[in-house]
């Protein structure tokens, strides 16, 4: 089992950046790629971005050139740092890992809002 805490989502003005954090605990040598998803209303979730073990990143291209995903793997943490923000980026974001064994396990969610 690996458990998820996320945090850093808020309020921001268009324009403005963010980072979100994700705290992973339990089995964490069995983790192979963290990454993060989000949720707007009334829309499916969709791809932001992952991270693999060996840092090699993948992005949606929604977010390409704005966001970038890292990762400690000391401290079993994912970071999202998402800059020039648009109100279309407001969404419940995700955190989540997927593990060698092909389980995957997600955050409650933390809530980013762009608004003026």
């Known amino acids: 089992q690996v458990q998820l805490v996320e945090s850093g989502g808020g309020l921001v003005q268009p324009g403005g950046s963010l980072r979100l954090s994700c705290a992973a605990s339990?089995?964490?040598?069995?983790?192979?790629?963290m990454g993060w998803n989000r949720q707007a209303p009334g829309k499916e979730r969709e791809f932001v971005a992952l991270?693999?073990?060996?840092?090699?990143?993948k992005y949606g291209d929604s977010v390409k050139g704005r966001f970038t995903i890292s990762r400690d793997n000391a401290n079993n943490t994912v970071y999202l740092q998402m800059n020039s923000l648009k109100p279309e980026d407001t969404a419940v974001y995700y955190c989540?890992?997927?593990?060698?064994?092909?389980?995957?396990?997600w955050g409650q969610g933390t809530q980013v809002t762009v608004s003026s």
């Open positions: 991270i693999v073990t060996g840092a090699s990143t």
């Open positions: 339990g089995s964490i040598a069995s983790i192979d790629v």
């Open positions: 989540y890992v997927l593990t060698y064994g092909s389980k995957i396990y």
